[in-house]
């Protein structure tokens, strides 16, 4: 995933396609920007539409000719798709598969099975980070939803000590691990090996997740008291099956992709040779193309055979499952060719300036630029890509490592203070039987501990690699 990183990277060599000066460029971008937020938010207009428009108002601030704009807006998208694409939707065929299978069901209630009392809120992390791996973070809640609810009531515990740690789980999965569409994005438009950035991200989310998660929810559940809602409990996908998958097997397939892209970040640290037989053979199988495709193929047997599906029943699995990315898919589409408008308008050189200029780490400014596009939009999705494409010059001079830890500052910071522009703040206020107060203190200050303990970790990474 590297051919976009480097066409990215190379941009500022070539003419940009407005001669416009660095006070120009800034208030273009910020207009664009501008632009973008006013119809996310205000115009309620859909994020893949507001991108498409902001990139053209971002042209036209900089006296860019419509034309070129055009094109860099295309040419962006269509690399975007090209490269994550594909992914996003493998991704959504195996998480199709973990939740009708319902080996979704059996990982939570083996491992429920052998968790109590106190161990209960580092049960749910558990299950959330595992259930969470391969599925967009609104069908992780409400695949955890029921689970969540069933255990705080029959278990007599607080609704908070048992939902934040779920939560936590799936919102650093959301924000910092692969084949998440954000974390994606940033790999691809920064250039950072995805390998890498998946072993720092595993390292940079076990902290988070402990601070965020249980020690967080002790807090949450004495400022936030409230008992499991009486409502309805959705029906969970095993309750109409004959059979399930065994725990072994969901397990294995779920961590197959991640165990093949490890494996090739390993491959290349011990070997380091592009002609050994054992790194090109790495390099195939760990590409994530290939690591997500061979998990869908094994999730066609270990998943989808072992809950008794017909061919039949898969195919419609398989069909269902894609449907639902398509909004994702324009968004990160549209998103790419935001980023693409920015590097071919000379906003990286503008952006390198400032960070020589106020001398800002290269980390610290990601994080921030994602932190205000997130307040701003609501989209942990849009700060992303957004911020990937305004900071990926940065990552021209740095290391395999720290532009690693780049694609991952941004996932923090887009992850920043959910409040009530941010469709995930209702969806949770909703399911938790919550009034908007009580989910700034439980639900935000969860996000915004998460964003700023993920930005420690970063920062204390690039000191020590």
């Given at each position: 995933m590297t051919s976009l990183s480097v066409e990215t990277l190379a941009a500022d060599a070539v003419e940009p396609i407005t001669s416009a000066g660095n006070a120009q460029?800034?208030?273009?971008?910020?207009?664009?920007?501008?632009?973008?937020?006013?119809?996310?938010t205000v115009a309620k207009l859909h994020a893949f539409l507001a991108l498409t428009i902001g990139t053209l108002a971002l042209g036209a601030f900089a006296g860019a000719p419509l034309d070129k704009v055009i094109a860099s807006f295309t040419t962006g998208l269509g690399s975007t798709v090209a490269g994550v694409g594909v992914l996003i939707a493998l991704g959504a065929i195996l998480g199709k598969l973990l939740a009708d299978s319902g080996g979704a069901d059996q990982i939570v209630d083996t491992i429920l099975a052998k968790a109590g009392g106190r161990a209960m809120p580092w049960a749910m992390v558990l299950i959330a980070s595992v259930i969470g791996l391969p599925l967009f973070f609104e069908v992780g809640i409400v695949l955890l939803i029921p689970v969540v609810l069933l255990v705080a009531k029959r278990g007599n515990y607080s609704l908070m000590r048992i939902g934040v740690p779920a939560l936590a789980g799936l919102s650093v999965m959301h924000g910092l691990?692969?084949?998440?569409?954000?974390?994606?994005?940033?790999?691809?438009?920064?250039?950072?090996?995805?390998?890498?950035?998946?072993?720092?991200?595993?390292?940079?989310?076990?902290p988070t997740v402990i601070i965020a998660g249980p020690l967080f929810s002790r807090y949450a559940a004495r400022w936030v008291d409230i008992p499991a809602p009486d409502k309805m409990v959705p029906q969970r996908a095993s309750e109409e099956l004959e059979r399930r998958p065994s725990f072994a097997a969901t397990v294995s397939t779920v961590l197959l992709p991640v165990v093949l892209m490890l494996g090739k970040a390993l491959v290349d640290i011990v070997v380091d040779d592009?002609?050994?037989?054992?790194?090109?053979?790495?390099?195939?199988v760990g590409s994530p193309l290939i690591a997500l495709l061979a998990a869908v193929i094994v999730g066609l047997f270990t998943?989808?055979?072992?809950?008794?599906?017909?061919?039949?029943?898969?195919?419609?699995?398989?069909?269902?499952?894609?449907?639902p990315i398509a909004g994702v898919l324009l968004i990160?589409?549209?998103?790419?060719?935001?980023?693409?408008?920015?590097?071919?308008?000379?906003?990286?050189?503008?952006?390198?300036?400032?960070?020589?200029?106020w001398s800002i780490p290269a980390l610290l400014l990601a994080w921030l630029i994602a932190v205000a596009i997130r307040l701003a939009t609501g989209s942990a999705t849009v700060a992303t890509i957004s911020a990937a494409g305004l900071v990926a010059p940065l990552a021209a001079d740095m290391s395999s490592t720290h532009t690693a830890l780049l694609v991952l500052a941004i996932g923090a910071g887009s992850l920043f203070f959910s409040h009530v522009n941010d469709a995930g703040f209702w969806l949770v206020k909703e399911y938790f039987g919550m009034n908007v107060g009580q989910t700034l203190k439980t639900w935000s200050v969860m996000e915004t501990i998460i964003s700023v303990v993920g930005l420690g970790c970063v920062l204390l990474l690039s000191l020590v690699l």
């Open positions: 460029l800034g208030i273009a971008v910020l207009a664009g920007i501008a632009v973008i937020v006013l119809l996310i691990i692969p084949p998440h569409p954000g974390p994606l994005v940033a790999i691809d438009a920064i250039g950072a090996n995805l390998g890498l950035t998946l072993a720092l991200g595993v390292v940079v989310a076990i592009p002609e050994h037989t054992v790194q090109r053979v790495a390099d195939v998943l989808g055979r072992a809950a008794g599906f017909t061919k039949d029943r898969l195919a419609s699995t398989v069909e269902k499952s894609l449907g990160v589409g549209a998103g790419g060719g935001f980023k693409q408008t920015l590097i071919d308008s000379g906003v990286g050189r503008m952006v390198l300036d400032i960070s020589e200029d």
